[in-house]
């Protein structure tokens, strides 16, 4: 079954000059529930004052979709396989790289899930099989083709 997933995005001209690109490229992201981000292109694509520095750029989203659809099914696998998270926190890093000449891409994400288990915590075996799993099901990790790594440890 197919499902679909909906965002709004919203600019309005605010500059001086749009043809000699002297306008801000803040913009905000409407989605459903209500929610309004803050977004802007990030302080290294577009310099001050074109931007919102406060907000979320397309490439910080990119990282944290991957790394929140990770850690989402992880937490699944594991409460499945009978492990007790109290917390998990991950400080992922996406790395932005020249493809071709003038092309760009994220070619690179790397996560690093710290976990604090209620309990015993699976050994690194498990660990290692727990993420193999998420990363193979986690439904953004199939949509991209950045490289993704998993720093974990138990």
Not at 52 to 61: G, I, N, T, Y
Not at 81 to 92: N, V
Not at 111 to 121: F, H, N, Q
Request: net charge negative.
């Amino acid at each position: 079954m197919a499902h679909d997933y909906r965002a709004t995005i919203v600019w309005r001209f605010e500059g001086e000059d749009f043809s000699k690109g002297r306008y801000s490229r803040a913009h905000e992201w409407h989605f459903d529930g209500g929610t309004v981000v803050p977004a802007s292109p990030s302080p290294g694509i577009v310099p001050p004052p074109y931007i919102r520095e406060d907000a979320v750029d397309p490439e910080e989203a990119f990282v944290a979709a991957i790394s929140s659809c990770h850690m989402l099914t992880f937490l699944d696998l594991a409460r499945r396989a009978g492990a007790l998270i109290e917390s998990y926190e991950d400080e992922a890093v996406g790395i932005m790289e020249e493809v071709a000449p003038g092309r760009r891409a994220v070619t690179k994400v790397t996560l690093r899930p710290k976990i604090i288990y209620g309990g015993e915590p699976p050994d690194q075996a498990k660990l290692d099989e727990l993420h193999h799993q998420a990363h193979e099901l986690c439904f953004i990790a199939n949509s991209v083709t950045s490289e993704i790594v998993i720093e974990a440890a138990a």
